[in-house]
């Protein structure tokens, strides 16, 4: 596990994958996430876009969070396969986030 997954995980309790955020997702990681959460047996509902893509709404599921963060110890069920959105966090400085500090 790398510094920035426990700087998720110990200091800010992963807030980027809580509360009213939307994720927009290919085809691919619609596909994979409606998969993984049928695994987990997790809910996971996502919406068609109109240029193909698909949006998943943290308010829609339960916890209000990422379907895929385990809200007891703020890990990410799928860390090593999350959608590139979620690798590319953070892109600019994010209030709370420490990670997003290293763009100062």
């Known amino acids: 596990m790398n510094n920035d997954n ?5 200091e800010c ?5 809580r509360g009213p955020l939307v994720l927009q997702l290919t085809v691919i990681e619609h596909e994979f996430l409606k998969n993984v959460g049928k695994q987990f047996q997790l809910p996971v509902v996502s919406s068609a876009t109109m240029d193909g893509r698909y949006i998943l709404k943290f308010l829609d599921h339960p916890g209000l969070h990422c ?3 385990d809200s007891e110890t703020s890990m990410c069920r799928i860390y090593e396969d ?7 966090f953070p892109v600019k400085v994010t209030p709370g ?8």
Not at 6 to 10: E, H, L
Not at 82 to 88: I, L
């Open 82 to 88: 999350r959608p590139k959105v979620c690798r590319e």
């Open 6 to 10: 426990q700087i998720c995980i110990n």
């Open 67 to 69: 379907p895929m963060l």
């Open 97 to 104: 986030c420490l990670i997003s500090e290293k763009l100062r």
């Open 13 to 17: 309790r992963a807030m980027c994958c």
